[in-house]
């Protein structure tokens, strides 16, 4: 396995050394791209938000920003990546703005309706059951709350070769636009909105969950 293989499968769920190492270059090279995805929705002050797949954390720094009077929770199935985001959010977490904790999409242990906005920064493809993951995101978002899903990489008329190299390293298939927005719809969201960034395979969707949903 050439080496940028096993980086793009670490990314999955970074373990040990390699892991720590790709969390850290999470944290000082993916900036630029929260910054274009937070730039495309509002957060209110006080808004309680999770963010699923934390990995090195820096992203919950940016999301605490903005929910400055609120609270940010932080999820990750890799426990490296739980230390780390630990540890890049310390003072954070002494001030009680920022909790991490290990855990699954799957089956995400929060109360129903606990957060206003959730979000998914190039995690959403390693997901394992993205229909049903995304009914668990709908439970644990406030009637009205909103999902951000953020993908470096989705299917295009003609997959690049970027796209077509993590597709085989990572073990997964991209989504096109329109095959994600029918999963959240189907899901239960509504209002689905679209920002793509095809010069850097950027792919943004902001979904929001049914202000009165019925089982």
Known sequence: M???NLLIRQGGKPAGRIGRLIGKGMNLGHSAQWQWALERISID???VVLDIGCGGGQALKSLAGRASKGKVFG???SE???DLSRRTNGELIEGGRVEVVHGEVSSLPFADEMFHLVTAFDTFYFWP???EDLK???RVLYPGGRLLLFNEGYRQEKLSRRGAQFEKAA???LQTPAETCALLSQAGYTDIELALRPEEDWFLAIAKKKENITE
């Open 129 to 131: 059951h993205h229909a």
């Open 136 to 138: 668990e995101v709908i």
């Open 80 to 82: 490296e990546m739980v």
């Open 45 to 47: 002050p006080e808004d």
């Open 75 to 77: 999820i990750d199935h």
């Open 2 to 4: 050439g080496i940028m």
């Open 171 to 173: 073990g997964v298939e």
